[in-house]
């Protein structure tokens, strides 16, 4: 792990997460005009979505050059309260000019099988780029078993080659999913594990003691620049002090 951030609450990290993404995204732009930053669910990674939202430095962003994607997707119909898309609008996107074009949402359930449904976003994300996604920043939550997008312990996580994975079997409900596979999620420049509260601490201090990424997914997670952890005290409890 490249940095770690620990902070005292919640709402402490989600502002420093929203004032880090901010300068990611502004170097991005300004090095190759465009960012590409993928986004998380999950409360803590909603709740920096927000502040982005809410940050006045947000004003400093040309939004229009910002490409957004996401790590996974629950594979339901449009508009669905489980949909992550649905949440990443109601605290960030419908409050920024990002244009419509821009926003890479995965499928929804609309009578296509999953598969077919992840071969067709698959296609379009492998369009987008010449080769593996050079995406400035992924943000991932991380469950309390230590999983992240949909890749959970002692499941199927897709092969080398595999930008996108379709799951039908996900233990946390619903069971049916899309998700971008370690290929793609490793292939960010900075990748970033945002968690907070006391159950997320036993995952936290398994993954800081070396865990095997089929035990815990999250230890599966390497940014070709950076790799860092953003946490709250609760989080961080059980790590050496």
Avoid: C
């Avoid at 609450?9 to 993928?38: Q, W």
């Avoid at 119909?77 to 074009?101: F, I, K, Y």
């Avoid at 949909?150 to 946390?172: C, E, M, Q, V, Y």
């Avoid at 997320?200 to 997670?221: E, W």
Wanted: glycine share 8%.
């Amino acid at each position: 792990m490249d940095r770690v951030v620990i902070l005292p609450e919640r709402s402490d990290v989600e502002r420093a997460v929203a004032h880090d993404t901010l300068v990611v995204l502004a170097e991005a732009i300004s090095k190759r005009g465009r960012a590409d930053i993928v986004l998380t669910g999950g409360t803590v990674g909603v709740g920096s979505l927000a502040a982005i939202a809410t940050s006045s430095e947000s004003a400093g962003i040309d939004w229009r050059l910002v490409h957004v994607w996401w790590g996974d997707e629950r594979f339901v119909p449009a508009g669905h309260p489980d949909r992550n898309e649905g949440q990443a609008s109601l605290a960030l996107l419908n409050h920024v000019p990002v244009r419509e074009e821009n926003i890479h949402r995965f499928p929804v359930a609309d009578g296509d099988d999953v598969e077919t449904a992840r071969k067709r976003f698959d296609a379009e994300l492998r369009a987008e780029f010449a080769s593996k996604p050079p995406f400035d920043l992924v943000l991932n939550g991380m469950g309390a078993d230590g999983h992240i997008a949909s890749l959970f312990p002692g499941r199927n996580h897709g092969t080398a080659d595999d930008l996108t994975i379709a799951i039908d079997d996900s233990p946390k409900p619903p069971p049916i999913r899309l998700s971008l596979t370690f290929a793609a999620l490793n292939s960010g420049s900075k990748v970033w594990v945002i968690a907070s509260g006391t159950d997320k601490s036993v995952a936290i201090s398994r993954l800081m003691a070396g865990v095997s990424v089929d035990d815990l997914p999250v230890a599966g997670l390497h940014g070709t620049v950076e790799t860092a952890l953003y946490l709250d005290a609760a989080a961080a409890s059980l790590l050496p002090s």
